[in-house]
Every structure is written in C-alpha cells, then in structure tokens.
T-cell receptor, first 114, second 117 residues
Framework: DSGVTQTPKHLITATGQRVTLRCSPR?????VYWYQQSLDQGLQFLIQ???????AKGNILERFSAQQFPDLHSELNLSSLELGDSALYFC?????????????FGEGSRLTVL | AQSVAQPEDQVNVAEGNPLTVKCTYS??????LFWYVQYPNRGLQFLLK??????LVKGSYGFEAEFNKSQTSFHLKKPSALVSDSALYFC???????????????FGSGTRLSIRP
C-alpha cells in the first residue's frame, strides 16, 4: 500500500459527460502529480501541484482541469469526454523536498467512455 | 526538454538467466533517474533511483541499475530472473534544473518483461 488513495477505481460514462477523479496523497506529501496511461501512449504527465499551487504542466487538454485543495487532496476534472479519453488515470505524490524523492502512486482510476 | 527512451517494447528471458532492460535519457542539467514496476491492474511501484554517487544502484527485489553518463543510459539489471519478475517496467527522469518544486518526472514508454519457466 503506497498510502495514496484514488477514487473511484472504475468509472463508465458516455461521450460529452463530465467526471471528477479524486486523489488523497500520502500523509505529509505536498506534491501531487496526475498521469494518464493509455494502451498506445504509455504514461503521460498531465499536471503537478505543490501545496495548492500549479507548478508544472504537461500534455493536459483544455477540456481537463485540476486543483489541489488546502487539505492537499487533489481533483482532476475531465469534461466533454471523448472515446479517446478512456484510460487509466494515476495520481502520485512525493515527499516535501520533492526533487530527489520518488513518486508514490495510487492504484489508478480506470475511465471508460462509451 | 527532458526525455527518456526505452528502445525495447518487450524483453523475454528464461528463468535463472540475467536480464537487462534498457533506458536512455536526455536532460539539460544533471539527471535524477528512476525505475518503476507495474503489475497488472496495479499502480506503479518504485524500484530504485540514481541521484548522485556510485554509478551502480541497488534496489528492491534484487534489481540494480547502472548509470552511465557518457552513454546517457540507466539500464536495469538482475543477475538471475524469476517468473515473478514478469511485469511492465518504466524508466523515468527528472531534470535537476529549475525550481525544486516544479520539476516534472517524465516516464519512458515502458518495457514488458516476460520470464519463462
């Protein structure tokens, strides 16, 4: 158990809908990262938050947004969903110093868009 | 921009034989390098990392990795493979430049390791 909790584990929805994925980092970790894993594109970095502020951005679509709340949990919002958004979405957290520390991953949220 | 490459989609090894999973990287500053393993329907698990110091890094489950600065490589190795090592392996790199709280970790495309009995 990594200590990172993601909900829901599975989600099935229709095209055009909006979903919210939730992540609780390990106790004491200030950094939260979101990654998308799809069959043909490997693990893609989406966005990183540090203590409530956005710090790094990757290949995140404009239809997607995220935030980190004062209690350090984070949410990833996906809207106007398309079939191609079907993927496994991972949240990870890292220790306070962040730079040399490894990431601790949650079990992921599997999104299926029909 | 930083990048990492895993040139092999799949590596097949017989149980008891040594294994190597290859990784090369590109960063503008000094690299921080990581290996992770993913079992089916699970999140990624940290195996080992190179930050500085000895070029040979030892990690979990008997794995080790060798950092080679001149070849910009960080290959994962194990002297004797087990069937239970079969999984998806990811190499990752973080650039040491920039704000410490704003450096992203970039993952390779993954290598599927299959160990046959």
């Amino acid at each position: 158990d990594s200590g990172v909790t993601q909900t829901p584990k599975h989600l099935i929805t229709a095209t055009g809908q909006r979903v919210t994925l939730r992540c609780s980092p390990r106790s004491g970790d200030l950094s939260v990262y979101w990654y998308q894993q799809s069959l043909d594109q490997g693990l893609q970095f989406l966005i990183q938050y540090y203590n409530g502020e956005e710090r790094a951005k990757g290949n995140i679509l404009e239809r997607f947004s995220a935030q980190q709340f004062p209690d350090l949990h984070s949410e990833l919002n996906l809207s106007s969903l398309e079939l191609g958004d079907s993927a496994l979405y991972f949240c990870a957290s890292s220790e306070r110093t962040g730079v040399t520390g490894e990431l601790f991953f949650g079990e992921g949220s599997r999104l299926t868009v029909l | 921009a930083q990048s990492v490459a895993q040139p092999e989609d799949q590596v097949n090894v017989a149980e008891g034989n040594p294994l190597t999973v290859k990784c090369t990287y590109s960063v503008s500053g000094n690299p921080y390098l990581f290996w992770y393993v993913q079992y089916p329907n699970r999140g990624l698990q940290f195996l080992l990392k190179y930050i500085t110091g000895d070029n040979l890094v030892k990690g979990s489950y008997g794995f080790e990795a060798e950092f080679n600065k001149s070849q910009t490589s960080f290959h994962l190795k194990k002297p004797s493979a087990l069937v239970s090592d079969s999984a998806l392996y990811f190499c990752a790199v973080r650039d040491s430049t920039g704000y410490s709280s704003a450096s992203k970790i970039i993952f390779g495309s993954g290598t599927r390791l299959s160990i046959r009995p």
